[in-house]
């Protein structure tokens, strides 16, 4: 977990992966330092990221529960890390409609 390893959210889990794009479209990011599972106001953080998603992505404001919970569940409960959660948009032009995507890394 703590490799750098980059995760995409599948609706239920977040699987690890590496998304060859051309062009991330970023529509929001958040980070926050974790310290032996410790966050500071990891509330905030959430609903921060939260109303940004709900602002840009309607198909992935549906996920941010169950996104949260996986996040939450992967941090880990030593040592230090500072994830980074980010709603990426679809292209323009993408085959699927809805693309819109959750990540954490």
Do not use: K
Request: net charge negative.
């Amino acid at each position: 977990m703590l490799d750098g390893t980059f995760y995409r959210f599948d609706g239920t889990a977040l699987v690890a992966c590496q998304d060859l794009v051309n062009e991330v479209r970023l529509a929001a990011a958040d980070s926050f330092l974790v310290e032996d599972g410790r966050v500071r106001n990891l509330a905030a953080h959430y609903q921060r990221f939260g109303a940004w998603v709900r602002g840009s992505s309607e198909s992935a404001a549906g996920q941010l529960e169950s996104f949260f919970a996986a996040v939450t569940q992967i941090m880990p409960r030593e040592g230090r890390w500072f994830p980074r959660i980010e709603l990426h948009l679809g292209l323009q032009g993408d085959a699927e409609p809805n693309n819109d995507a959750l990540y954490l890394r």
